[in-house]
């Protein structure tokens, strides 16, 4: 089965500092993985998505960058943190969309509090 | 760009009873899914139901089913026998065309009284 992971699962750091987190899908094979920032009480705002190795799109303008290294590893990275990077960023994946499974799974997330 | 509206951000409903949640959305494609995710306190996303545009059935779970009315492009959630561990924030989200995008709303927080 497939399972996909996030790391860290809590992070505090002060402003200006670097941030990676880190993202693995198991049991799958090209699926398509995304990055999603939350904020309290609020929706899901879709940061990045990748539809393969190496292969980024950016929805938002901002302080983040992201990487897809590997088939199954996506990182989500800034080199100088913003107190407005504060949240919940949720990692997910999805298969090819021709699929009958074609859904969304999530990762646990990470709580990112900028300080 | 896609958009999809949850116009109630808080709901609450009795236990056993039923309850309705609101989607709408604004898309020019004829051909998209649709999905309503749970979150509880965890904050661990669920898939709750889906919906493929182009079937006109209604698609059902359990104590779960959808309204899909394409043509006024709304896709509410209906939640029957509602149970105390429903409670959890709902969230629409439409699966664009080439299937490459998600589109979330904002949310609507369902609270189930005992």
């Known amino acids: 089965s497939q399972t996909i992971h996030q790391w860290p699962a809590t992070l505090v750091q002060p402003v200006g500092s670097p941030l990676s987190l880190e993202c693995t899908v198991e049991g799958t094979s090209n699926p398509n993985l995304y990055w999603y920032r939350q904020a309290a009480g609020r929706g899901l705002q879709l940061l990045f998505y990748s539809v393969g190795i190496g292969q980024i799109s950016s929805e938002v303008p901002q302080n983040l960058s992201a990487s897809r290294p590997q088939d199954r590893q996506f990182i989500l990275s800034s080199k100088k943190l913003l107190l407005s990077d504060s949240g919940f960023y949720l990692c997910?994946?999805?298969?090819?969309?021709?699929?009958?499974?074609?859904?969304?799974?999530f990762g646990p997330g990470t709580r990112l509090t900028v300080t | 760009a896609q958009t999809v509206t949850q116009s109630q951000p808080e709901m609450s409903v009795q236990e056993a009873e039923t309850v309705t949640l609101s989607c709408t959305y604004d898309t020019s494609e004829s051909d998209y899914y649709l999905f309503w995710y749970k979150q509880p306190p965890s904050r661990q996303m669920i898939l709750v139901i889906r919906q493929e545009a182009y079937k006109q059935q209604n698609a059902t779970e359990n104590r779960f089913s959808v309204n899909f009315q394409k043509a006024a492009k709304s896709f509410s959630l209906k939640i029957s026998d509602s149970q105390l561990g429903d409670a959890a924030m709902y969230f629409c989200a439409f699966g664009e065309g080439n299937f490459n995008k998600f589109y979330f709303g904002s949310g609507t927080k369902l609270n189930v009284k005992p």
């Open positions: 997910a994946w999805s298969v090819h969309p021709l699929e009958d499974s074609y859904e969304q799974y």
